[in-house]
């Protein structure tokens, strides 16, 4: 069965901070990047913010490796961003990629912002996110 699919295969595990800026004081309070990517049509994965329970925050790497397995069954290429001065980068980084490593999957393509690289406008933002965009 062929399967279409208006991600275009592509999937990217989001920090929280993408989706809530507002939490995340000593960042740059701004949507954009989840507008990018929402407009582009990948489909998106938000991690848990920081502080989340430990099982939740369990449940929520199984989960999100469940799908990335499905996913990547189906042919889409997976991509994780996260933010450099998050802890493992927003995305529970070192903890998604045990999980993935257990289930014998590749490493997905990880890109990590700065903020600087936050502030850097919408044209510069998808230079930036271009890896995931044409990817």
């Known amino acids: 069965m062929e399967t279409h699919d208006s991600r275009s295969f592509k999937l990217v595990i989001l920090a929280d901070y993408f989706v ?9 309070a701004s949507g954009e990047v989840y507008e990018i990517l929402r407009d582009s049509g990948v489909g998106i ?8 329970s430990e099982q ?3 449940g929520w790497i199984t989960i999100t490796a469940d799908q990335v397995e499905e996913y990547s069954k189906r042919g ?3 991509f994780i961003l996260g933010v450099e001065q998050l802890e493992g980068s927003g995305v529970w980084l070192d903890r998604i990629e045990r999980e993935l490593q257990a ?3 590749p490493k997905p393509t990880t890109i990590n912002l ?5 502030k ?3 044209e510069n ?3 930036t996110l271009n890896p995931i965009l044409s990817g």
């Open 76 to 78: 889409y290429k997976v």
């Open 125 to 127: 933002l998808k230079k």
């Open 56 to 58: 939740s925050l369990e």
């Open 114 to 118: 700065t903020s600087e690289q936050l």
């Open 103 to 105: 289930r014998g999957l």
């Open 20 to 28: 809530n800026p507002q939490g995340y004081g000593n960042l740059p």
């Open 120 to 122: 850097a406008g919408r």
């Open 45 to 52: 994965i938000k991690m848990p913010p920081p502080g989340v």
